[in-house]
């Protein structure tokens, strides 16, 4: 999605973000992901403003440091794009997403993540497998905690 509105390239702010150190070591990783980006923005022309990083927040979390950041800059006027290897490095919740897109897009910023499809149904199941995988995680993530504290108690 290069620039086509002859006043060069369009500025790109890159995002990348994992919440554990086992993503981390699964190929979530933030050198990993901020590679790919920055390959990405070569081949499509863009130019990287800034890289903005939250390491160890959750996706479920609208209010990490490094989406603050993201949006302080919007607000400036700094860039006309966010990058982000995945959708779900931005967000797990459709909800958020959409108001991001809306709140962004009203600051004449789009987040664009390499996996998006192009196609808003397509989007939309992605973004809700991601806030069901949250569920999920969340969910075993308790009951491991459980068995752990029934099994102090045996």
Known sequence: MPNTNGHGPKTAVLYARVSTEEQAKTGYSIPEQLRELRAYAAREGYRVFE????DG????DSHRPGLRRVMGLAATG????VLAKKRNRLFRSRLYRLLWDQDLGELGVKLIAL???????????QDEFAEWEREEIAKRTQDGLLEKC???LS
Request: net charge negative; no cysteine.
């Open 115 to 125: 996996d998006d499809t192009g196609n808003r149904f397509g989007d939309a199941m």
């Open 78 to 81: 700094a860039m006309e794009v």
């Open 51 to 54: 890289e903005v990083v939250d």
């Open 150 to 152: 029934r099994s102090g």
């Open 57 to 60: 927040h959750s996706g479920a």
